[in-house]
């Protein structure tokens, strides 16, 4: 069955065919591991996936690769503040951020390179642009020349003016234009620096995914993804240094990146003070409602995260666990029932399916066909014992729940029966509820 894909290199949804058909290459941006993941950075976990199981469900080998970015001048500057070196921040955030992917039922990719693992290969990389003119030296730092790579822009799709005056571009004298990125910057005697033809020192972020995808994936492959955000300055300066670098006229051939997750309708951000981490759901609510909740929306679409999606992804969940059986056999799933996938990773229209086959199993009809269609997005992961114990054990509280404990708080409290009104507030707390009774009113909040 044919796959379509939205590519932002056409800004057009093409159908997706693959360099070689015996094995797809695909390499998605990870994480930088200076701080633990938030849910805005678990949706490409999730969105891509979803597309590594469709893409194995048509072809006979995928090459899945997905970077950990463990050098960075934020890492650099949150363990400084954490009074750390960075391999120990780099290697317990790295760990927390497995944790997550396994919270979230995520196939581990086929590779997860590491950027310190492979400085030599950046080093091979930059070499090779100084002498092919697309890079230069100055005062001990290198950059990429942008005005020698005419398509600069391209994936963006706008030109070189617009994305300088709408981003925010670094500025140095040590550049010979102000749209210029670093490809090797030095390091101070107290950040850590490897031995280099320009001094000792560091490699520029958006050099690795191009050292990488090339050690694992070749010259060009197939599909490059990452969250919106990585499109510019990025994304485009990854297609600028690899394709001079490699001589060819592609890098990726599809571009695909998901919106983001907004939260009363504000871009997720540490700017906004609005960030949820992953790791602090683990021990709250089942990482199935989260999965869930991530699929929710189409991922080309932004996805406003609420008390009200968790719990009607709760709902829905629970519902569907009732037609589970630990017994049941697995079999495939027809390409009708597949199609929404097929058609741009259309989350909800498979949703909507599901729903569909979960009315028939509810009539004993098909019910090894209703898990195994769910299994194939990574849900009903967990016996039915596993989510009826979690359910006891949960700790989410939607604000609904909250305002209807409340009120059962109230009504013991008038009655004088204070041992339950003090079990009401026990149960909130334990709940991360805070309550205070002011003025005559009950005041709550998260703690």
């Known amino acids: ?75 650099i500057k949150s363990s400084q503040e954490q009074k750390i070196s960075t391999k120990e921040l780099t290697e317990k955030v790295t760990s927390s951020f497995f944790k997550d992917c396994e919270f979230l039922n995520c196939e581990n990719p086929t590779h997860q390179p590491k950027a310190t693992e492979h400085i ?9 642009l100084i002498k092919k003119g697309f890079a230069y030296e100055n005062n001990k730092h290198v950059y990429f020349e942008v005005k020698k790579f005419p398509d600069y822009g391209k ?8 994305l300088i005056a709408g981003s925010r571009v670094e500025i140095s004298e040590n550049k010979k234009n102000s749209e210029d990125f670093v490809l090797w910057k030095p390091s ?6 490897w031995d280099s ?7 520029g972020w958006h050099l690795e995914c191009s050292a990488m995808s090339k050690k694992f994936l070749g010259n060009e492959f197939d599909i490059h993804g990452g969250g919106i955000d990585l499109i510019f300055p990025h994304h485009e300066n990854e297609i600028a240094q690899s394709r001079c670098a490699n001589d060819t006229k592609v890098f990726a051939n ?22 949820l ?37 709760e709902s829905t969940l629970d519902k569907w666990y009732k037609v589970y059986s630990s017994d049941f056999k697995s079999v495939k799933v027809s390409d009708e029932i597949l199609k929404p996938l097929y058609e741009d ?29 769910c299994k194939f997005i990574g849900l009903m992961n967990e016996t039915s014992e596993q989510w009826n114990e979690f359910k006891k054990k949960r700790v989410f509280v939607t604000e609904s729940e909250i305002e209807n404990m409340l009120g059962l708080r109230d009504k013991a409290r008038e009655n004088k029966n204070y041992k339950e009104a003090d079990r009401i507030r026990d149960e909130l707390l334990d709940k991360g509820v805070l309550i205070e009774d002011k003025d005559g009113k009950t005041l709550w909040k998260f703690k």
């Open 345 to 373: 990773l259309n989350t909800p229209g498979y949703i909507a399916n599901l729903h569909k086959l979960f009315e028939k199993a509810n009539k004993g009809e098909n019910t090894d066909l209703f898990v195994s269609a």
């Open 197 to 203: 033809p320009w001094g000792k020192g560091r490699p």
């Open 254 to 275: 599809y571009w695909v990146h998901n919106a983001f997750i907004t939260m009363s309708n504000e871009k997720m951000a540490k700017s906004q003070g609005n960030i």
């Open 1 to 75: 069955m044919d796959i379509f894909l939205t590519n932002n290199l056409s800004n057009k949804k093409e159908h997706f065919v693959p360099k070689e058909k015996k094995n797809v290459g695909m390499y998605v941006c990870g994480p930088t591991v200076y701080d633990d993941p938030h849910i805005g950075n678990a949706r490409p976990l999730v969105i891509f996936d979803i597309l590594f199981k469709l893409l194995k469900n048509e072809f006979p080998s995928v090459t899945y690769v997905r970077n950990i970015t463990d050098i960075d001048d934020k890492i």
């Open 120 to 128: 030599d290969l950046m080093i091979e990389m930059i070499n090779d």
């Open 277 to 313: 981490k992953i790791k602090d759901f683990r021990n709250k609510i089942s990482g199935q409602i989260i999965r869930l909740a991530l699929m929710s929306a189409h991922y080309k679409q932004p996805l406003d995260w609420n008390d009200k999606l968790l719990s009607d992804c």
């Open 155 to 162: 994936l963006s799709n706008k030109n070189l003016d617009d």
């Open 188 to 193: 101070n005697n107290d950040e850590p620096a």
